[in-house]
T-cell receptor, first 118, second 111 residues
């Protein structure tokens, strides 16, 4: 597709359940990022991938959060044993490259997945 | 630790006015700065990207400037229209590759 896509657009789950959020980056983009947007915290970085590896996972809030990327394309963010404080909009972005001061570093965002934990 | 601040938090202007949104950051060692637009319930739309070596970028009625030494960027919107109503976010990218966002400016352009 032309842009970053995410699924599902909305997810309602019960506390304690596991959820998987999916991101399809722009074709050919080697870098992929996950962010979270919540009312109290604004937009915060979670993790980024260069290819299939994740050099920086420092933004993941707890060990209940994990992410993987396969084939240098699709990424899945998994939240285990969801808690009410996990409720937020999860945004995925991709960019052509990751290195240095380059025009390829412009990040393009998907529409997000709104997660509600009851 | 990099911190990004946007002023004002909200702005209401009549249609046709020119306006300036401000963004400041605490650490001047950035690779680039991006301005985004976010409509309610939607994702982020990239408006302009300014590399650290650049002073400004223009796209249509939008002009963004960057002064790294003072840690400031401005987004200038000319001849504002009701369709420009949205939240505008600035974000800086440093050597850690992630974007660090300000809290945004909510813009309302009144017909």
């Amino acid at each position: 597709g032309a842009g970053v896509s995410q699924s599902p657009s909305n997810k309602v789950t019960e506390k304690g359940k596991d959820v998987e959020l999916r991101c399809d980056p722009i074709s050919g983009h080697t870098a992929l990022y996950w962010y979270r947007q919540s009312l109290g915290q604004g937009l915060e970085f979670l993790i980024y991938f260069q290819g299939n590896s994740a050099p920086d996972k420092s933004g993941l809030p707890s060990d209940r959060f994990s992410a993987e990327r396969t084939g240098g394309s699709v990424s899945t963010l998994t939240i285990q044993r969801t808690q009410q404080e996990d409720s937020a909009v999860y945004l995925c972005a991709s960019s052509l490259v990751l290195a240095g001061d380059s025009t390829g570093n412009e990040q393009f965002f998907g529409p997000g997945t709104r997660l509600t934990v009851l | 630790k990099q911190e990004v601040t946007q002023i004002p938090a909200a702005l209401s202007v009549p249609e046709g006015e020119n306006l300036v949104l401000n963004c400041s950051f605490t650490d001047s060692a950035i690779y680039n700065l991006q301005w985004f637009r976010q409509d309610p319930g939607k994702g982020l739309t990239s408006l302009l990207l300014i590399q650290s070596s650049q002073r400004e970028q223009t796209s249509g009625r939008l002009n963004a400037s960057l002064d790294k030494s003072s840690g400031r960027s401005t987004l200038y919107i000319a001849a504002s229209q009701p369709g420009d109503s949205a939240t505008y976010l600035c974000a800086v990218r440093d050597s850690s590759y992630k974007l660090i966002f300000g809290s945004g400016t909510r813009l309302l352009v009144r017909p």
